[in-house]
């Protein structure tokens, strides 16, 4: 394995997984396990399992952002995040932008408003 990896752990109640994703953003591995009573343990088999379908090894993850009801639990995360806020993340990578501000600029720009009438005449 050549080049960094990130990894995502979801340490949920009843279901522990994890991702492994390269540079790119291609997936490499993933794993998943049922939940329990040991969601620490739980979380480093199935980053291990991810590793090993990626081919790589526990020094190739550069970043490891952990979520899920036991987030804080998972060793060796660089943060931990909430679930909602992974599924606005999730969301909004998987929405197009929208044309920025200087394309609605631009229209606005185009459409010349009359001038305005001076003297106390009223507008029809």
Do not use: N, W
């Not at 379908?53 to 995040?81: K, P």
């Amino acid at each position: 394995m050549t080049g960094a990896l990130f990894a995502g752990v979801d340490a949920g109640s009843t279901t522990v997984k994890a991702v492994l994703v390269d540079a790119s953003g291609a997936v490499r591995g993933s794993a998943i396990a049922p939940g329990g009573p040991l969601p620490r343990e739980t979380a480093e088999r199935v980053i291990d399992e991810a590793l090993a379908v990626a081919g790589g090894v526990r020094g190739d993850i550069a970043c490891l952002v952990s979520t899920g009801y036991a987030r804080e639990a998972i060793a060796g995360r660089s943060r931990s995040v909430t679930e909602i806020s992974c599924h606005a993340r999730g969301a909004r990578a998987q929405v197009p932008r929208a044309p920025g501000q200087e394309a609605k600029r631009g229209h606005a720009d185009q459409a010349r408003a009359p001038p305005p009438q001076r003297g106390g005449a009223r507008a029809a």
